[in-house]
């Protein structure tokens, strides 16, 4: 046993639990959509009462990571079925975010101000938010073949923030002189794209996208 580094080697085990934990994550039932609508409206809360631990809850609950990821192993091993089903997932998620973040804004009033302060506390760098969304992604991939890592998911929703530029984005619409809800979008846009990113690389050294496809095979 070595003081300093104990190898582990990557079974095949890990790789099938990788998978099936990804894809019973990745089903758009109830408590998806109800973990979802809750996460936007703490996100939306938080925003318009400029309440930064609302919104930290907001990030934490929101299962958004997962869709994604899914997406990331779909394109890897060609599985239409899957890219079509955490696309779907993903872009109802955006649509309800604008949608309630865009309703709450038109009851609280400064609320373009608390949002563009909330976005640039949030994503003063451009860059440094892809580098984070890219390692992100590959924790969080990297995770479901690990446990102990796995763990981490709460960290990556917090280090990510997809939720609250999104519903920037719906209070951004209703004010038309303000191109807070172009910035919001490319923000959430830039984290979907590092997560991919990220995901897609520990994916393809691993090979977890040949695992699922053998998986689909046998069915």
Avoid: C, W
């Avoid at 101000?113 to 003063?124: C, N």
């Avoid at 619409?173 to 807070?180: A, E, H, Q, V």
């Amino acid at each position: 046993m070595s003081l300093l580094f104990e190898p582990r080697p990557y079974e095949k085990e890990n790789k099938q639990k990788a998978v099936a934990d990804l894809l019973s994550n990745t089903v758009p039932d109830r408590d998806f959509y109800l973990l979802v609508i809750g996460a936007i409206i703490l996100a939306a809360s938080g925003i318009l009462i400029d309440n930064i631990p609302v919104l930290i809850a907001s990030m934490i609950v929101a299962p958004l990571a997962y869709p994604i990821l899914s997406l990331g192993l779909g394109v890897l091993a060609v599985d239409g079925k899957l890219v079509l089903r955490s696309m779907a997932m993903l872009l109802v998620s955006v649509f309800l975010a604008i949608v309630i973040g865009g309703l709450f804004s038109l009851f609280v009033k400064n609320n373009f101000d608390v949002a563009e302060r909330v976005l640039i506390s949030f994503f003063p760098n451009l860059f440094f938010d892809l580098l984070i969304a890219v390692v992100s992604g590959a924790i969080a991939a990297y995770g479901l073949m690990r446990s102990k890592v796995g763990g981490a998911m709460t960290g990556i929703g917090i280090a990510v923030s997809l939720l609250p530029p999104l519903v920037a984005t719906g209070i951004g619409l209703f004010d038309p002189s303000n191109d807070l809800a172009i910035r919001a979008t490319s923000i959430f846009g830039l984290n979907v794209i590092g997560i991919l990113v990220g995901s897609i690389a520990v994916f393809l050294i691993f090979g977890i996208f040949r695992q699922h496809r053998a998986i689909k095979n046998n069915l």
